[in-house]
Every structure is written in structure tokens, then in C-alpha cells.
């Protein structure tokens, strides 16, 4: 998306040359190059390259408590430190901040600046939304500096001030962005400005519920009722849907391996594209043993995927020996969707989970295609959302969850909605709390709906960037210390043959044997790295040797030790 962009931006350029008073273009100034709304077109599009690209998306979800790979992440080793941070950077605000400083110079109409307007405040409130998520306290600016400027230097702003800053431009945003639809989801319109609203809005009023460390709880419900009415818009605007063309086996997976979003459903993507040679690395690293992280879930999550009928994987007794090949049959649809199961196949060809990759037998492909072409190169062409219906279907409903105002018919337009994409039969409200998500994930929710409404958004949106920001806004940072585990194994020496094509794929041994079966990967448990649960036998239990801890400190990540050396007035976040 950022190449097509600097494709646009260059054009543009050219194509603006006639505007500039005949002007060399190293002689550009606010005078010149702010007159004509192309010019402000032509300004608002670099705008774009804050967004996530594809191989943003692709590895969203490294840092997460679902998943396992190659490696932890710095950041849960008891070792981390303010020296190895990063992230405090403020080039791309001050290009937000100049133009809107210069906008107003262009001789058009008041509603085609305040459109212009409201691009540059959306993407500055994106931008400190950002900040805020990691650092907490920031220092706002909404103007341009020069070396000199003493607020270069200035301490950082109360949480409550950006935030309130943040609301008031999405809210100028939402006001005069234009409201056409596009459809080639690439673009910044009224309705993703709500969308991005309703996202910032809930992520704020967890916050300021779940952590009364920050002292604003008293606030939460503003926040909570803005993402509510805001996500109620975009629904109320019948602009989008969930989309449901296709079989319910592939109308989910088509969401992200397809070069042209689907805007029934996706309203903002990171585009690649074939034609522009925009690619993202989505095979390469999802699928080789080298490049990749090596990620996989754990069967932690997997099992909160329910049947097919409706009914809870884990209410039935033994539910953590089962058997590959028995545990994935009739679940949620969008379980075959998203890791390797069944009759998965690539070029027409049988694939099974594949053990050069996987570490627990639940290997990711939702984000990637299913040909082998760009397995070992840089050239996916599938475009990938950033901002999906989806999404504002479960910030609507979790909004009112937490408001206490949650009804039946909330209900039926949101997660009914999305379990019967899935082909979910029995998609009724429960009644009763789960008892395996209070155990495993959520021990101080009782709420049934609540926790539903969680189980959803994990399997909804996995693999797309959320996960580890509801983790910290949930203050559920705990759950990146969880034990990794892997699929049942009956017994070690034995080949299995795990999507039932009659080909034998993995063996689980203490030592490979001399003479081996063709195909079968041996699998080496060395009690150490990896294990059994009950020794010979029992689920995979992955990296219990390599020690994971967050404190109550990483809900915050720490400034960058040489910013603060560099301005004192900053302060380090707690107990860094």
C-alpha cells in the first residue's frame, strides 16, 4: 500500500506542476503548494503511510499469549530493559501538523477543506493513539517546531489531555470526511472514521476500567458509550456487511488471500497489488521453517473454538486427549480456516500440518495463499484488512457489555451474525458463564455474555493485530506467561496421519530412528525444549525451559533509555 502511494505521490507531483506558478519543485512553499484542492489531495495522501502495511499485519500478533514460535520475545524475559525500546519518533506528526497549519491558504470551498481537514486530524489522532497505547503519557503537539523550539524539550502530557485531544479530532473527523463509500478500500471515508473511533473509544475505556492504577475509572463510561454510538453509526449507515456470498467454508479465508479487498466487509486494507508490484511476505513467513517466526497456536485457544452444533469444545470430559484428526471434525467453520486441517491442500496437493514449521500441529494459513509460488520470496499479492466490519460488529457489542446495557437483539445483530457466517447452528445468547474461558483466561469475569463476547473476538480477528492490545487493555498481561501446549500425542514412536489421506506425516521420538518411514518428520522431545504431559504420551508442552515474565510495569512500555538522557523532563514510565 505504501508503494502504490508513493506511485500516487510522485504522479501527482508531475500532474501539479502547471499549479505551482511554474515554480522549480525544490522551490515549493505553503504560497505554492496549498491552492487547489489537488494540491491538498495531492499533501493528504502521504498521510497514508502511517497505516500498517501488509508485512505489519503479518506479524501482528508475534507478541501474544495464542500463539508459539522459534523464539519468546524480548519483551517477556525477566531481562528487558529501557535500553532496548523503541518507538518514540514524531517525524510523521509534524508533517500532519504542518499541513494543517497551511491548509487553509487553498482557494476552494469550506467543505472541501474541512474534508482535507478532517484526513490530517484522523491521521493524527491515529498516530497519538499510538503513542498512548504504548507509552501512556506523551507530549502533545499540534504544531510544527524548528531545533530551537523550546517545547522540543517539554515534559510529557497527562494520558486524559492527548486522549481528550485524540476524541476531538476523530470527532471533527467523523464531522466532515466525506461519507461516499470506496470501494477499492484504500481510502480514509466517514464511515472508517467512525469505525477507527469505536476501536479507540473501547480500547480507552477498558483501559481507564481495568486499571484503577490510572485513576480514571470515574471516566470509562464516556469512552465506552462513545465506541457504542459510534460502531452504531457505521452499522446504522447499512454501508457494510458480513460478508456471506460464498459457501460458509470460504467466505471468511476469502476475506485475506484475495488481491482485491472485499468491500462488502473490508473498509480499509493494506492493498498489495500483482500489477503495481506491491507485495507483502505473508507465505514467506508463515510458511518457511527459516524466515518465519515459526508460529503456531496453542491448544489453549484452539479449544475455544465450539462445535459446530453450538455446544462448547470443552464441556465434554477428556477434551485435552483427543487426537488431531478427531478434535478439528464439525467445530466453527472458521477453524479450518485459519490452521491446516482435513483435506487442506496447496497446488492440488494434500497439507497436512507440517512439522518443519508447526511446533504444536496448529499451523496458521489465514494470511496466507494457498500456492507454493511465493513460499520463499517477498511477493504476496493479497491485499490484508486494517479496519473490518467485523471489528465494529464486536466493538459495538463488547461496549455494551461493559456499559451493563447489553440486550438480546445486540445480540442477534452482532455475534449471532458472525457464529452463523461461521456455520454455527444453534447461535443463541448463553445463559450460563464458561467455565474453561473463567479457568484459563478470565478468572475475575463471571459475566456470560462478556466472556462470549471475548471467546468471539479472539477467534474473529485472529491473527490480525489485536490480540496483545486487548491483553493489555483488559490488564490480562498475565496470559503471556501461560504454558504453551500443543495437540494430544497417544503415544511416542508412533506415525500419525494427521488430515487422513492414508500418508503417514509425524512421528514423536526420543530418538530418530535409524531406518525412517518416507514423509514422516520425527519430532524430537527432548524433555527439555519440548515434552509430553505425561511423559510418553499426553499434549506437547513447548519451551517450559526458557522463563517468561510480565510485571505490572509492561503496561507500559518504557521511553527509550537515551530519550530520557536526552530530555529529562520526559520521566521514565513506573519501575523502569
Known amino acids: ?134 507509552f501512556g503519557d506523551v507530549p502533545w503537539y499540534d504544531k510544527t517546531m524548528d531545533v530551537n523550539d523550546p517545547d522540543l524539550y517539554k515534559a510529557r502530557d497527562p494520558r486524559t489531555l492527548v486522549m481528550d485531544k485524540v476524541l476531538e479530532d476523530l470527532d471533527f473527523a467523523c464531522a466532515h470526511i466525506r461519507s461516499a463509500k470506496d470501494n477499492s478500500s484504500s481510502q480514509i471515508t466517514r464511515w472508517v472514521a467512525l469505525a477507527f473511533k469505536s476501536r479507540v473509544c473501547l480500547y480507552e475505556g477498558t483501559m481507564r476500567k481495568y486499571h484503577p492504577e490510572l485513576e480514571l475509572t470515574e471516566t470509562a463510561n464516556f469512552w465506552l458509550t462513545e465506541a457504542a454510538t459510534a460502531a452504531a453509526e457505521v452499522m446504522n449507515g447499512n454501508q457494510y456487511k458480513i460478508s456471506t456470498d460464498l459457501p460458509s467454508d470460504l467466505s471468511y479465508r476469502k476475506l485475506f488471500i484475495n488481491e482485491t479487498p472485499n468491500a462488502q466487509e473490508v473498509m480499509l ?12 511476505d505473508a507465505n514467506w513467513y508463515w510458511t518457511s521453517a527459516t524466515y518465519g517466526g515459526r508460529y503456531s497456536f496453542t491448544k489453549t485457544f484452539i479449544n475455544t473454538y465450539l462445535n459446530k452444533d453450538g455446544s462448547r469444545y470443552t464441556d465434554a470430559a477428556g477434551y485435552m486427549n483427543v487426537p488431531f484428526t478427531d478434535e478439528v471434525k464439525n467445530r466453527d467453520l472458521r477453524l479450518a480456516q485459519t490452521i491446516r486441517l482435513g483435506n487442506y491442500s496447496r497446488n492440488g496437493v494434500a497439507a497436512p500440518p507440517d512439522f518443519t514449521y508447526t511446533y504444536t500441529g496448529y499451523q496458521p494459513i489465514k494470511l496466507a495463499v494457498d500456492s507454493k509460488d511465493t513460499d520463499g520470496r517477498a511477493e504476496n499479492y493479497n491485499s490484508l484488512p486494517i479496519i473490518r466490519y467485523a471489528e465494529v460488529l464486536l466493538n459495538f457489542a463488547e461496549a455494551k457489555a461493559e456499559l451493563k446495557t447489553f440486550a438480546p437483539e445486540d445480540w442477534d445483530k452482532t455475534i449471532k451474525v458472525l457464529r452463523a457466517r461461521a456455520g454455527i447452528t444453534n447461535t443463541a445468547m448463553p445463559a450460563a458463564a464458561d467455565a474453561y474461558l473463567i479457568a484459563n483466561y478470565f478468572p475475575d469475569l463471571s459475566d456470560a455474555v462478556l466472556l462470549e463476547i471475548r471467546r468471539e473476538r479472539g477467534i474473529e480477528l485472529a491473527l490480525e493485530g489485536f490480540r496483545y492490545g486487548d491483553l493489555m487493555r483488559w490488564k490480562a498481561g498475565k496470559l503471556l506467561e501461560m504454558q504453551y501446549v500443543g495437540m494430544y500425542v497417544p503415544a511416542l514412536d508412533a506415525t500419525y496421519d494427521l488430515n487422513e489421506d492414508g500418508t503417514k506425516d509425524v512421528a514423536f521420538v526420543k530418538k530418530v530412528p535409524a531406518t525412517k518411514v518416507p514423509g514422516v518428520y520425527y519430532f524430537l522431545i527432548d524433555d527439555k525444549q519440548f515434552k509430553l504431559s505425561a511423559g510418553t504420551s499426553g499434549n506437547l508442552i513447548l519451551m517450559d525451559n526458557l522463563e517468561r515474565s510480565f510485571e505490572d510495569k509492561k503496561y507500559l512500555y518504557p521511553i527509550p533509555f537515551n530519550e530520557v538522557v536526552l530530555n529529562p523532563n520526559l520521566q521514565q514510565n513506573p519501575d523502569w
Open 269 to 280: 486494507a493494506a492493498v498489495n497489488s500483482l500489477t503495481l508490484r506491491v507485495f507483502n
Open 1 to 134: 500500500m505504501k508503494k502504490i502511494l508513493l506511485i500516487i505521490l510522485f504522479g501527482g507531483l508531475l500532474a501539479c506542476t502547471d499549479d505551482l506558478d511554474q515554480q522549480p519543485v525544490d522551490k515549493l512553499s505553503p504560497a505554492t503548494a496549498f491552492n487547489t484542492e489537488k494540491d491538498l489531495q495531492l499533501y493528504s495522501n502521504s498521510f497514508y503511510l502511517i497505516l500498517p502495511t501488509g508485512n505489519d499485519i503479518v506479524r501482528g500478533d508475534a507478541l501474544s499469549d495464542y500463539l508459539v514460535g522459534r523464539s519468546l520475545s524480548t519483551y517477556v524475559s525477566p531481562s528487558f530493559t529501557s535500553a532496548e525500546a523503541t518507538g518514540w519518533s514524531w517525524g510523521d506528526l509534524r508533517n500532519i501538523n504542518y499541513f494543517l497549519e497551511h491548509y487553509n491558504n487553498a482557494r476552494i470551498t469550506q467543505e472541501a477543506k474541512d474534508h482535507y481537514a478532517g484526513l490530517a486530524r484522523f491521521f493524527r489522532a491515529w498516530f497519538y493513539f499510538s503513542k498512548v497505547k504504548q
